[in-house]
């Protein structure tokens, strides 16, 4: 088990894009799981849920422990990610594998972006 570990990353190290697009996106969704626990305010109140471009009228409000949703989307996107691209990787994909992390990254700063604008809206 150790030497299939240690193969992996040998594997991964090698390849300088995909090891520096893996450090991107670990490093950008962990800044993001941080944003979403430091700027949770912890009240009684309800929150804006989900983000619409129609107007105030189509927001939801809801619990503000709801928004820790975003937090488990930032862990998958992230595990899920880098498990795929290792696979296109092992495959002989490495292209592919660019495009999978490329793409997962730019969901965690399109996610982090909709949920800035959630924490503006006021209460």
Known sequence: MRDKISKTFK???QDRLLFVL???LIILSLGFILFIILNLDHNELTVWLRYSG????????????????WLGLA?????????????FFVKS??????????????????????LNNIYRLPN
Do not use: C, E, H
């Open 11 to 13: 594997q991964i190290f």
């Open 22 to 24: 893996i450090l991107f």
């Open 54 to 69: 129609f107007g105030k009228d189509n927001y939801y409000r809801g619990k503000w422990y709801l928004l820790y949703n």
């Open 75 to 87: 862990l998958l996107n992230m595990i899920g990610s880098i498990f795929i691209a290792y696979r």
């Open 93 to 114: 994909k490495p292209k592919i594998s660019y495009v999978v992390l490329t793409l997962a990254s730019l969901i965690v700063v399109i996610a982090w972006v909709i």
